[in-house]
């Protein structure tokens, strides 16, 4: 629900040739994470047995990503991230957005 509307039937993700229907913005968004060399890693609950169809899927949809981690279950996700030595910049970032909402809104 963050990149893809989420199936009411979940039973479909675990099919390869299942059709992803990419959200509003998604791709304009991953496009500007590209251009920028920003590293992509996508988390998703769907379990480590569905990485083949996952992977297709997302292929298909045209999604881009450095890394994809599989098997987070629907609680909280927390990130925790060191600054370089003698910055005080922040270098990672979450974003929250509502299921099935898109992006078009993200600015980054």
């Known amino acids: 629900g963050t990149l893809t509307k989420h199936p009411k039937d979940v039973g479909l993700i675990q099919d390869p040739n299942y059709e992803l229907e990419v959200l509003s913005g998604v791709k ?3 496009y500007t994470i590209d251009v920028n060399r920003y590293h ?5 609950g769907r379990k480590e047995s569905g990485r083949e169809a ?3 899927q ?3 949809a045209g999604i881009l990503y450095d890394q994809l981690i599989m ?3 629907g609680g909280d996700r927390i990130l925790i991230n060191d600054r370089k030595e003698g910055s005080d910049r922040d ?3 979450a974003i929250n957005v509502t299921r099935n909402g898109g992006v078009s809104n993200l600015k980054i």
């Open 54 to 56: 996952t992977i297709k």
């Open 91 to 93: 270098t990672a970032f």
């Open 28 to 30: 304009e968004f991953l």
């Open 40 to 44: 992509l890693v996508i988390t998703t």
């Open 58 to 60: 997302l292929q298909k």
């Open 71 to 73: 098997g987070f279950g």
